[in-house]
């Protein structure tokens, strides 16, 4: 059975490909307005532990697009994924569009918080103390909102 992507999976995918590029443009036209030294590492409150070079912001948008790819090319290969639920003919189509969405909401996720991430180091300012708490319960509701779908795809 072929799947299709939705208009919704080609949305994400053309927001997540605006914002990866989006951030690599950012920082090459802002790259000699970046101050030398950067924060490099966060404590859980988001207040700077480190300070290091400003080279290392090309890390965080390689590894976004590295993660990008790689959730992209998984996304592509439903008979790989583990669902956690017996795929039978008769739900395949509904058990493969709730694991997929999960997938494509936690690409665009991804991608979002490492733009955010190189922006504010960029600028050289902490990180909000609410930026990775909110993150992630807005994960953990996203992943629940999926599993829930998944369940009831059975």
């Given at each position: 059975?072929?799947?299709?992507?939705?208009?919704?999976?080609?949305?994400?995918?053309?927001?997540?490909?605006?914002?990866?590029v989006?951030?690599?443009?950012?920082?090459?036209?802002?790259?000699?307005?970046?101050?030398?030294?950067?924060?490099?590492?966060?404590?859980?409150?988001?207040?700077?532990?480190?300070?290091?070079?400003?080279?290392?912001?090309?890390?965080?948008?390689?590894?976004?697009?590295?993660?990008?790819l790689?959730?992209?090319?998984?996304?592509?290969?439903?008979?790989?994924?583990?669902t956690?639920?017996?795929?039978?003919?008769?739900?395949?189509?509904?058990?493969?569009?709730?694991?997929?969405?999960?997938?494509?909401?936690?690409?665009?996720?991804?991608?979002?918080?490492?733009?955010?991430?190189?922006?504010?180091?960029?600028?050289?300012?902490?990180?909000?103390?609410?930026?990775?708490?909110?993150?992630?319960?807005?994960?953990?509701?996203?992943?629940?909102?999926?599993?829930?779908?998944?369940?009831?795809?059975?």
């Amino acid at each position: 059975m072929v799947h299709r992507n939705s208009l919704t999976d080609i949305l994400v995918t053309i927001i997540c490909l605006i914002i990866l590029v989006g951030t690599v443009i950012y920082l090459i036209v802002s790259w000699s307005s970046i101050p030398d030294q950067i924060p490099g590492q966060f404590s859980a409150d988001g207040t700077v532990a480190r300070w290091d070079s400003k080279g290392i912001l090309v890390i965080a948008p390689i590894i976004s697009w590295v993660l990008f790819l790689g959730m992209s090319l998984v996304e592509r290969f439903p008979q790989v994924w583990n669902t956690g639920v017996r795929v039978t003919e008769e739900n395949q189509f509904r058990v493969y569009r709730a694991v997929k969405g999960l997938i494509r909401t936690t690409k665009l996720a991804t991608v979002i918080l490492f733009s955010v991430i190189v922006i504010i180091q960029s600028t050289a300012q902490s990180l909000p103390g609410w930026l990775m708490p909110v993150f992630l319960a807005a994960l953990a509701i996203l992943i629940i909102y999926h599993i829930i779908r998944l369940i009831m795809a059975r």
